[in-house]
């Protein structure tokens, strides 16, 4: 028979309550630890997407540099006028002679103006066959004029010119590199019919065995200029939407534009880095074996240029990862350069609040310097 003295077994409502309670307070904890991790794993990530983006970005502008001057003419097989840039957007038209070298000169390799972009950024001008994003660029040929005038095969054959490849041929010597013209006036054709350029080696340089070189400059569109150019430049995107939504106010793109031989102005730009707040550009030169710097060479000539410049350094202060309200940057106006260097200062303190326009939040966002430090290797 059932023990009706015996008290039945269960949790009283008090004992309920503390479980609860307790309970409670763990998953709270819980949850605050998980989100916590899980703003650290957002955080981490879009720090990595962005250290990637500017490796390969930021690679891009290194080997530009590496090769400007390739390919370049020294000096002209006889008269010459092309056009460079025409026209140039509103925000820096002012400093577009500076980089202009049409119509007449022969073209420097790299041309930059200090504080002459967006926010008082500097503006990377290079001027190299190479730098067009294009697979003709990456071609080449010799021309021969004795005793026939031939080209050489290429195996495998994808590294051939193609027949309606634009190219430019250049007349090498030990002290020069000379521009041989096409016909009367002109310096370009396409690679089918590139044997009408041995008819004006004469005037360039008696015939000989040694050969000339061919450049593909563009795959389908006649030349207006001898050469390819790329700007590096800092700028907010033209429509707001375009900026990626984890950047700063403020911040704008690095962009890649190259002059558009078909028309007016460039073909459309390509950001290569985002998030970016400033670049600063300084030259190291040796003048008459003395090393020295400087932040604006526009007023080099293509000799100086070719005989000076040793090396290129570029400091570009961009934003790395997404917005982090436990996050705050210490400083308000950091070097984007260096300070006390072998040669001393270079580039400039830069301030958040009062650049134009500023960047107000920037206390809560991280802050990367990149620096590129490169040797020309085809300027002499």
């Not at 460079?84 to 820096?92: H, I």
């Not at 008696?206 to 569109?221: A, H, L, Q």
């Amino acid at each position: 028979m059932k023990n009706r003295g015996h008290r039945e077994a269960g949790f009283t409502l008090f004992e309920l309550i503390v479980v609860m309670a307790i309970f409670t307070i763990v998953m709270m904890g819980a949850s605050e630890m998980f989100v916590a991790i899980l703003s650290d794993y957002k955080q981490q990530s879009k720090i990595t997407v962005t250290n990637i983006e500017g490796i390969l970005g930021l690679e891009m502008m290194r080997r530009d540099i590496e090769n400007t001057g390739y390919g370049l003419p020294w000096r002209w097989g006889g008269p010459m006028i092309y056009d460079e840039l025409e026209t140039a957007p509103d925000a820096w038209a002012a400093a577009n002679a500076k980089f202009n070298d049409a119509p007449s000169n022969v073209p420097r390799a790299l041309v930059s103006g200090n504080g002459t972009g967006w926010h008082g950024t500097d503006r990377l001008v290079i001027k190299a066959v190479n730098v067009a994003m294009n697979s003709t660029v990456e071609r080449w040929n010799f021309l021969y004029t004795s005793p026939v005038v031939t080209t050489n095969y290429w195996t495998p054959k994808e590294e051939n010119l193609g027949v309606n490849d634009r190219v430019i041929v250049i007349s090498q010597s030990a002290a020069s590199r000379t521009l041989v013209p096409y016909g009367i006036g002109g310096f370009s054709n396409t690679f089918g019919n590139v044997d009408g350029f041995a008819e004006n080696l004469t005037a360039v340089s008696e015939k000989r065995s040694d050969p000339s070189i061919v450049y593909g400059i563009d795959p389908n569109t006649d030349l207006k200029m001898p050469f390819n150019r790329a700007d590096y430049y800092v700028q907010e995107p033209e429509s707001a939407s375009d900026l990626p939504r984890h950047c700063a106010s403020g911040t704008g793109l690095l962009y890649k534009a190259v002059i558009n031989h078909g028309g007016d102005g460039f073909l459309a730009p390509q950001p290569i880095l985002d998030c970016v707040a400033d670049m600063q550009v300084a030259y190291f030169y040796d003048d008459i074996g003395v090393l020295k710097k400087n932040e604006d060479i526009s007023a080099y000539t293509a000799d100086q240029v070719r005989a000076w410049v040793k090396e290129v350094r570029v400091y570009i202060l961009a934003q790395e990862g997404q917005r982090d309200r436990n996050f705050d940057y210490p400083e308000q106006s950091p070097r984007v350069g260096e300070i006390g260097g072998v040669l001393g200062d270079v580039g400039r303190d830069f301030d958040f609040l009062a650049a134009t326009p500023p960047v107000p939040d920037w206390k809560n966002y991280r802050w990367k310097l990149y620096t590129i430090v490169v040797r020309p290797s085809n300027l002499q």
